[in-house]
């Protein structure tokens, strides 16, 4: 599902990030901010003209109601999962939805296609310290692939 989702991003011509860090921030004043807690890991990230997409994957139920952390901060935030699961989560009113009301679905099938099943609730003021957090996490994202490409040749 990963492999499917850059390829598709990357074929819409928008700048895909996989397992990126963020940090929840705190204001020190004059508009710089430092991180607190720990790190949180969205499993994706897409960037286009400044508009983040973050995604949670997911691929089972099980999975979904995990206590692993879920994080939506962007200016869109999507669940991605198999089609089966997303249907199946629409069709029984699935708490999720109701824990998540802004959040989307978008449903894969398995090969290279995806479909929204929900649409999102975009957030076109997305807070300065989470545009800069993002976008931090994506450059460290993208360079640690970078690192890997380098060890590979």
């Known amino acids: 599902m990963e492999k ?4 598709d991003a990357l074929g ?3 700048h895909p990030a996989l397992e990126v860090e963020y940090w929840h921030t705190e204001s020190i004043g004059a508009g710089i901010y430092r991180p607190i807690g720990q ?3 969205i499993d994706a990230v897409i960037e286009k003209d400044g508009m983040y997409t973050c995604l949670e994957l ?5 999975d979904l109601h995990s206590k692993a952390a879920q994080t939506f901060v962007g200016n869109k935030n999507y669940l991605v999962c198999p089609l089966k699961m997303a249907k199946e989560i629409k069709k ?3 708490p999720w939805i109701e824990k ?3 959040v989307g679905i978008i449903a894969w099938n398995g090969k290279n296609k ?8 975009i957030n076109y003021s997305l807070a300065q310290n989470d545009w800069t957090t993002l976008a931090k996490g994506m450059i460290s994202s993208l360079s640690k692939e970078m690192k890997k490409l380098l060890e590979g040749a």
């Open 58 to 62: 997911k691929v089972s139920m099980r």
């Open 114 to 121: 995806f479909q929204v099943i929900k649409h999102c609730k």
């Open 92 to 94: 029984c009113n699935d």
């Open 12 to 14: 819409k011509s928008k």
């Open 39 to 41: 790190a949180e890991y």
């Open 100 to 102: 998540h009301p802004t």
């Open 4 to 7: 499917a989702l850059i390829i």
